[in-house]
C-alpha cells in the first residue's frame, strides 16, 4: 500500500499576550569604583521603586542582574591607554501585561531616570493564546486539502490517517510556530518627556505604546494511505 507524506502550514496574526523590556542603569566617569557602584545603587533603587509600584497593576515579574563594574580607558593617546574613570551597570528583565496605557505610563517614568536606558517593548505570545488552536486546526486542513489534489492527480484516493507529528519530530524539516516577537524600542529619556521644535519645554510629549499583533506560524506533517481509484 503506498503512502503520501504533506505539510500543512496556517499564519495569522494575532495579538501579543505579554510584553519584555529591558531596564538597564549604567553609570560612568565615576573617580573610584565605590563611586560608581553607589551612584548605581541610587539609580538602581528609583528602578526598583518604579518596577514595585506596578506589580498589582502591570508587571507580571522582574529579573535583576548582578551589578558589573569596571574601568574606562582612553587609547587616543601615543603613549598607551589612559585610566579615565569607572563604570557600574545592572540589567533588569521585566515582563508585564500587553496594556498600552500602562507601559506608556512606566516607560514614562522610568524615562525619566538619569542614566537609564530602556529597551523595547518587545512583544511575546503565548503557544495557548487564543487562536493558536484554530490556527492548528487550519493548517491540519491545509494538509488534508494537498494530500486530496497530489491523490487526485494520480487517480487516486486518500485514505487512512497513518501519523501526525509537528515539524523535526518524525522527517525533519524547518520548525514551525511562533515567528519572531515583534520590537520595538523605548524613546530616549528626553524624547519621551519633549517634543521637538516649538514646543513648550514644560509640555509633555503624549507618546502611546500601542500593543503589536504577531505574526504565528503552524506547520504540521501529516503522512496519510493511499488508496487506488
Not at 25 to 31: D, E, L, P, S, T
Not at 32 to 61: H, K, M, N, P, Y
Request: proline content about 5%; hydrophobic content about 40%; overall charge negative.
Amino acid at each position: 500500500m503506498a503512502d503520501i507524506l504533506v505539510r500543512g502550514q496556517a499564519e495569522a496574526r494575532l495579538a501579543p499576550t505579554a510584553a519584555h523590556m529591558t531596564i538597564t542603569v549604567k553609570v560612568a566617569g565615576a573617580r573610584t569604583q565605590a563611586e560608581a557602584v553607589d551612584r548605581a545603587a541610587i539609580r538602581c533603587r528609583t528602578v526598583d521603586a518604579a518596577v514595585d509600584g506596578r506589580r498589582d497593576s502591570l508587571v507580571r515579574g522582574a529579573v535583576d542582574y548582578s551589578v558589573r563594574t569596571g574601568q574606562e580607558w582612553d587609547y587616543s593617546g601615543q603613549k598607551g591607554r589612559r585610566l579615565i574613570g569607572y563604570f557600574a551597570t545592572r540589567s533588569t528583565e521585566v515582563e508585564c501585561e500587553p496594556n498600552g496605557e500602562g507601559l506608556t505610563s512606566f516607560l514614562r517614568e522610568v524615562g525619566e531616570i538619569e542614566e537609564v536606558q530602556v529597551h523595547g517593548p518587545r512583544w511575546a505570545i503565548a503557544p495557548d493564546a487564543p487562536g493558536y488552536d484554530a490556527l492548528r486546526e487550519a493548517a491540519a486542513g491545509d494538509a488534508r486539502r494537498k494530500a486530496e489534489s497530489y491523490a487526485a492527480g494520480l487517480g487516486s484516493r486518500v485514505g487512512s490517517l497513518l501519523w501526525i507529528a509537528e515539524p523535526g519530530l518524525r522527517i525533519g524539516g524547518d520548525s514551525g510556530g511562533i515567528g519572531r516577537p515583534e520590537t520595538m524600542s523605548a524613546a530616549s529619556p528626553r524624547a519621551m518627556k519633549r517634543g521637538g521644535a516649538g514646543q513648550d519645554e514644560d509640555e509633555p510629549l503624549l507618546v502611546r505604546v500601542n500593543p503589536e499583533p504577531i505574526t504565528v506560524a503552524v506547520t504540521v506533517e501529516v503522512g496519510f494511505a493511499l488508496v487506488e481509484g
